[in-house]
């Protein structure tokens, strides 16, 4: 019976998060409209739409006359009826966005982190930047929770931050389940950069196959969306693509390792070769190529969008010097859409995602 009672339970969500995706992806549907998107019955249908409804998620939105017969009512998603908080934790700074149901970003504020920053501190500024986002308003009332964008090594799967690059008190640190105790909400937490690709993801719909999105903030990671989902790895800290080795003769990096792709980047970078710094990341694109075939890489992260142009077009350029890829091997690289945003963006979108539904579930 337990079973049983189970998969009704899992059947009636996963439904309702196909009747949502639709949501998101059109501006209005019909009964009709999602039965074609979802192959459900009819009935099955009316179901949802009456749960959704009865929550406020969805609303009628008038009347659509096709023949004889009765009109068939006409819904909307109602993207203020529920909110989430991302935050994106970077070695310098805090960003906090909040985002309503069908991904839209209302506000986006920054604030500097101490230096070296213990979980106490970072647990102040997201209370401080919560209250200060929330508090002259009712959105508190409809938060469904927050998202946090963090760096690795980051075990997902059990909340905890491994020993996160540069921070030196970050040793094995159950940041979701303090963060809840502290901010009394539901708390999800996940690599900044797998964040960022399920921000992506949301805003390409189903056409958003197999992709990664390169973010350079103080770092540099890589977040994957493969095969329709995100990609986390066996241990769930998939994203280190700053930690692979292009010079074998190179110097140390942060993680130990010699001539990782971050420090040889950083140099570069930080010696004011820019150029040299984006054909560094452009090398490492194109071993990401040949190694997951990607159709899309988007390019994100506070210090690559200040200079967004030379990335742009050392990494395209890169891309389309194989000649082998041209007739068939596309792939397109573009910068993200939501720029600084994306990691925020996506760890709120996350969070929407845990209770109202996986965007690319429905097909648009």
Not at 134 to 159: E, F, K, Q
């Amino acid at each position: 019976m337990t079973r049983i009672t189970a998969d009704v339970s899992f059947l009636r969500g996963y439904n309702q998060a196909r009747v949502m995706a639709l949501g998101r992806t059109v501006r209005t549907f019909e009964r009709s409209t999602v039965v074609e998107a979802t192959g459900l019955t009819p009935q099955a249908v009316s179901k949802v739409i009456g749960r959704l409804s009865a929550d406020g998620l969805i609303r009628p939105a008038g009347v659509r006359r096709t023949g004889i017969g009765k009109p068939a009512v006409v819904y909307e998603l109602v993207p203020d009826s529920r909110y989430a908080i991302g935050a994106h934790v970077a070695r310098r700074t805090l960003r906090l966005v909040l985002v309503d149901l069908a991904g839209t970003v209302h506000h986006s504020a920054v604030s500097p982190l101490p230096g070296d920053f213990t979980p106490e501190q970072l647990l102040d500024a997201l209370t401080a930047g919560i209250d200060a986002m929330t508090g002259s308003s009712d959105v508190r009332g409809r938060l469904t929770g927050v998202g946090i964008g963090m760096i690795g090594p980051l075990d997902h799967a059990h909340g905890l931050v491994r020993d996160a690059h540069g921070l030196r008190h970050w040793h094995d640190v159950p940041l979701r389940e303090i963060a809840e105790k502290h901010l009394g909400l539901p708390v999800h937490l996940d690599k900044d950069v797998t964040a960022g690709i399920t921000a992506e993801a949301w805003r390409h719909g189903a056409t958003f196959g197999d992709a990664a999105l390169i973010m350079i903030e103080s770092g540099i990671g890589g977040g994957f969306w493969l095969g329709g989902t995100a990609h986390r790895g066996a241990h769930t800290n998939a994203g280190e693509f700053g930690h692979t080795v292009v010079d074998l003769n190179g110097p140390r990096c942060v993680c130990g390792r010699h001539g990782c792709l971050e420090i040889v980047h950083n140099q570069a970078a930080h010696a004011g070769d820019i150029d040299r710094a984006a054909r560094v990341v452009a090398v490492g694109v194109v071993n990401l190529l040949q190694t997951l075939d990607l159709a899309h890489v988007v390019l994100a992260g506070a210090d690559l969008l200040r200079h967004s142009r030379t990335y742009l077009a050392a990494v395209t350029e890169a891309v389309q010097a194989d000649a082998r890829r041209a007739d068939w091997l596309t792939t397109k690289v573009t910068l993200s859409s939501l720029g600084a945003d994306v990691i925020a963006a996506g760890a709120a979108m996350q969070v929407l995602d845990q209770h109202y539904g996986v965007p690319e579930l429905a097909p648009a």
